[in-house]
Nanobody
């Protein structure tokens, strides 16, 4: 079983920064991408950012473009999310996910098969 584990969440004031990290461990596996999603209370889980290992392409939700940066290391199965200029609407549980199959775009929630437990990010106004 593959298990992603997130770290780095916390409480920050609006305009501040946080860096999330995710390391996936378990049986030997190959992944095509890793991504970050978030879920606020009463809302559906939504795409935040993803990185494809083939070519290193990155993708961002419009709401975080210019503020968040995703990076990672395929060999180490790790991914990071640098979040700057945080806003209260960024408050959510952030989940790391591993994509080990093709056929679904990596911005889609259903395109990932392994999920972490999530880490809380709270931005105060």
């Amino acid at each position: 079983q593959v298990q992603p584990v997130e770290s780095g969440g916390g409480l920050v004031q609006a305009g501040g920064s946080l860096r999330l990290a995710c390391a996936a461990s378990g049986r030997t596996f190959s992944s095509y991408a890793m991504g970050w999603f978030r879920q606020a209370p009463g809302k559906e889980r939504e795409f935040v950012a993803a990185i494809g290992w083939s070519g290193g392409n990155t993708y961002y939700a419009d709401s975080v473009k210019g503020r968040f940066t995703i990076s990672g290391d395929n060999a180490k199965n790790t991914v990071y999310l640098q979040m700057n200029n945080l806003k209260p609407e960024d408050t959510a549980v952030y989940y790391c996910a591993v994509k080990s199959f093709l056929g679904v775009h990596l911005t889609a929630t259903w395109g990932y098969d392994y999920w972490g437990q999530g880490t809380q990010v709270t931005v105060s106004s």
